[in-house]
């Protein structure tokens, strides 16, 4: 393949598309640049396997850190299992390709994006996104697109298209818009409680520079002579089809006419249904075409039973307006909350049910130290995430046994959705300087779990004392398309979202938008249809909040008994390494002294924690008086530690230490040491010199009375 370069501007940055240079036994690649970001893109096809009927599409995003000029971490010294930031690069990739590929199609196919160098202005993921799509189409794939994506930021009131780190970091939206020509096909934002209007308005500027982007790939394969490629679908057979809807029908049609609202009873029915058919084609000839069928492929029964049911399932709510457990379109399913489920020993804790749907959210505060450090990724700076949220989801939630294993992606997006909705309103760390950890845990589902642990996160993060500036809820929309008709759905379970056209959630405040998701099983949709998405979600997130603040309706004014106590102070940062000493030497003595944990900002933020609040206060005090500004004629109450022949070491700070020579020991001529002091006592000292080399001089002389009764005081609120 010759090599062709070609560059769209977008408000004055380029994204240059290079094909025909690098990765020639790929089936198709390309090179993405925008400033110094590169990513290389592939995509590859093989021969599909025997006995697949889905899709095996993997899409991994590869990060290297040499792409940013550092060597990785840890004893191997190279890149190992992804982090969190990749993983979600490889589903916003995967999310809007998925839908585009013929639902018929069964080849193994693998899209590989790989950041070779990046700087700190561009994102690579938006990149990434549109070069799987001309990818694919340079390795002539069968796809339903271009598809291409952009960022939409908010700075001021002006959108920008792929705006920088920092201005994603300024500004009060981060939107990615993806979509095809025959529409948007994904939405994924985080937004600082924005209003409706202007969400879709984001969007809708959005759509307007992909359409650029796929009229840019559509030029550069007509240039290659690449055709889009149409391949024929494999021919169904119908016998099967027409066998299990002859007979199952109407009893399909009227199990999901019962509205039946307990899924477990509908599924029962379905399934004796689905035993019914299997038991007369197991009486059918043994070289009946049918029975050959099933026999032949295992799934055949199942899927077309499936079909049978979507059809119907859809076809009742685009002529009936009903859906499967009888509610309306717009409704939402019964809703409860609670608080205090378990113990105090969990600082926090929410159970929400939404009907069959049920999330226990738990809330961890911790100190400064329990930060996670973001270390082998790609981002510009260093650094530390104060909000934590681990989304878990067990076999038994959907009655299931399976192994549990670790987090996969479907968990860790759906924790990252929920820790983008609830960002936004959490305090400052100057207002409350804990670490915050969320784990929801999926006790059942049955739609719509991520919204579901938004909710019960707002209640866990309320009921453990964090002063959020509002109460977050969320909802799931869903879709049915039938030609032109199209029916969007509130709250949508299980069955609507396995069956329907698209999962759209949203969460917010009732001030406006805090996050947005959305994923599609069809081309695409227009501006339009997302907009009464969106607008219709409103009073589903309020009606949800209602039923939250019946249970609590602002955060708690303390937090656990059992959650460490915090106290902050700021020290000169060049008294840093005072603090820390050789080695560690001196913190990990205060720690050991006082039980507190210390931990110390590069600014000189000191934060101690402890559960006990006078061990966090003894640590506090021994620091500041370690770090203490000493003028001379300044007094102190101390205590004698140590007694020399020439005089006597007291402890007038905690961690200070000074010496009063003999002949500043009494107004008279002392003999010995120990005529006049013993270990132990307290005496008033003052500040007499500190020389050149940081040693305390004191004297017991020249003390006034009320400088005394000043000292004995101070001394008194410090203990």
Known sequence: M??????????????????????????????????????????????????????PLTVDYEERLYAVGRIPGGYLRREARP?????????LIDRPMRPLFPSWLRDDLQIVATTLSMDELVPPDILAVTGASLATLLARIPFNGPMAAVRVGLVGDDFIINPTYAEIEAGELDLVVAGSPHGVIMVEAGANQLPERDIIEAIDFGYEAVRDLIQAQLDLIAELGIEMVTETPPQEDQTLLNFISDRATDSVKEIIGRFEK?????????DEVKKSIVAEIAALPED?????????????????????????????????????????LDEVRPVSCSID????????????????????SACTLGTPGDAQTLLDDLQPDLQKKRYLHHYNFPPYSVGETKPLRAPGRREIGHGALAERSILPVLPSKEDFPYVIRIVSEILSSNGSTSMGSVCGSTLALMDAGVPISKPVSGAAMGLI????????????????????????????????ITALQMDMKISGLPIETIAQAIEQARPARQHILEKMLEVIDKPRSETSPFAPRL??????????????????????????????????????????????????????????GMTRKLNEGDVYAGRVNRIIPIGAFIEFLPGKEGMVHISQIADHRVAKVEDELTIGDEVIVKIREVDNKGRINLTRLGIHPDEAAAARAAAAINS
């Open 341 to 360: 489920l378990l113990p105090k020993r969990v600082h926090g804790s929410g159970l929400f049910n939404r009907g069959l749907t049920q999330v226990l």
């Open 481 to 512: 398309k039938e030609g032109d008709e199209v029916r969007v759905l509130t709250d949508i379970q299980g069955i609507e979202d396995f069956l329907g056209d698209m999962d759209f959630k949203v969460a917010g405040t009732d001030t406006g």
């Open 262 to 270: 307990d899924k477990n009873v509908r599924d029962a029915a379905l």
């Open 2 to 55: 010759r090599e062709i370069d070609r560059s769209i501007s977008f408000d004055g940055r380029d994204i240059r598309l290079k094909v025909g240079l690098l990765a020639p036994q790929a089936g198709g690649s390309v090179l993405m640049q925008s400033g110094d970001t590169v990513v290389l893109v592939t995509a590859t096809r093989s021969t599909a396997r025997e006995g697949i009927d889905f899709l």
């Open 567 to 624: 106290l902050t102070i700021k020290i000169d940062s060049d008294l840093i390494g005072l603090i820390i000493g050789p080695g560690g030497k001196t913190i990990k003595g205060i720690t050991e002294e006082t039980g507190a944990k210390v931990d110390i900002e590069d600014d000189g933020t000191v934060t101690i924690s402890a559960i006990d609040e006078s061990k966090a206060k003894k640590a506090r005090n021994i620091i500041q």
């Open 83 to 91: 982090p969190e930031k990749s993983i979600l690069a490889s589903r």
């Open 288 to 328: 009946d075409s049918i029975r050959v069928a099933t026999q032949t492929n295992s799934k055949a029964l199942g899927n077309n039973f499936k079909a049978l049911t979507k059809k119907l399932m859809r076809r009742q709510i685009i002529e009936d307006g009903v859906r499967i457990d009888g509610r309306r």
